[in-house]
């Protein structure tokens, strides 16, 4: 029994079943006359390879948004308000001092 290929011209949507020698060559389309790619059939092998290679496209992809840092604005009015007092001066920042714990927190 002869193999034949589906294929659809991409031009109007005809569809063709033609012999598989005809795979990776041009054909010329009835209805419209345009010309088209029949496509190659694909084997078991490269079925498999195509489903493997998506995967691992997807995975890059993920891993690139996750890659990126998100970037945060912040509004230059709020900004300016908690480094200034009430009066617009800039408030001055001091050393970061830790607490000190009592003696019997710790036990």
């Known amino acids: ?4 290929i589906k ?3 991409s031009n109007c949507g005809a569809k063709y079943r033609l012999p598989v020698e005809f795979q990776g060559r041009r054909a010329r ?4 006359g345009e010309k088209f790619e029949v496509p190659r059939k ?12 998506e995967a691992e496209e997807k995975e ?15 509004p230059k009015e709020s900004a300016s308000d908690s480094d200034s007092d009430s009066e ?3 408030r001055r920042k001091g050393p ?12």
């Open 29 to 32: 389309c009835k209805k419209c």
């Open 42 to 53: 694909k084997t078991l092998e490269d079925s498999v390879l195509d489903w493997l290679s």
């Open 60 to 74: 890059r992809e993920e891993e690139e948004v996750i890659a990126q840092p998100r970037v945060i604005n912040i």
């Open 96 to 107: 970061i001092r830790m607490k000190s714990t009592p003696a019997s927190a710790e036990e």
């Open 7 to 9: 294929c659809n011209c």
């Open 1 to 4: 029994m002869a193999d034949f």
């Open 88 to 90: 617009g001066k800039p």
